[in-house]
């Protein structure tokens, strides 16, 4: 992988992120919703993995808010991350998700929730969330649905609904 470049999203790769959502996930909805977070969404992060002058990857961080018995708070989802099947499982879908973390810790942000495999998002730190009190709205399965402290102790005393925005759709 040393030859693919892990950057921001610019202006230009609006495209390119579409292709690559609709090629990794053989079906448009993916591009769909990034393309409406990259217009609701505040703020929105995005990381793009480029090889050469090829798009092979893509990751959006977009806020969520937890509902807590407390207060509302607001937190961050990763979602969707997309690598082109022909350069998955070369450790780009990795690359994308450290490197967001890492952007998403530098912002100030403290808790990421993802829907995702159980076997991939644990390496990052991600665990179950319905046992630390959180669940999510729309109703993800629980060993889908995840969450990652950023800063140790951000969930403490917090329990409630993660609220995911309309723009995130129904759970498959």
């Known amino acids: ?17 579409r292709a ?5 996930f053989g079906r448009p909805d993916e591009a769909v919703l990034v393309e ?20 092979v990857g893509h990751v959006v961080f977009a806020p969520v808010t937890l509902h807590c018995y407390q207060a509302p708070y607001t937190i961050t989802a990763l979602a969707p991350l997309a690598v082109r099947p022909a350069w998955q499982r070369r450790g780009i ?15 100030g942000r403290d808790v990421v929730v993802v829907v995702g495999h159980s076997a991939f998002y644990p390496r990052f730190g ?21 969450v ?6 951000a969930l403490r005393g917090r329990r409630g ?11 498959r």
């Open 93 to 107: 879908g990795s690359a994308l998700v450290r490197d967001g973390l890492a952007a998403c810790r530098a912002a």
């Open 148 to 153: 990652a402290e950023l800063t140790p102790g």
């Open 1 to 17: 992988m040393s030859t693919v470049e892990i950057r921001a999203e610019r202006a230009a790769d609006v495209d390119a992120v």
């Open 20 to 24: 690559v959502h609709a090629e990794a």
């Open 126 to 146: 991600f665990v179950r969330a319905r046992p630390l009190g959180l669940m999510s709205e729309p109703a993800y399965p629980d060993e889908a649905f995840m």
């Open 36 to 55: 409406r977070l990259r217009e609701r969404a505040r703020p929105y992060l995005a990381l793009v993995a480029v090889e050469g002058e090829d798009m």
């Open 161 to 171: 609904v993660v609220l995911y925005s309309a723009d995130y759709g129904e759970p």
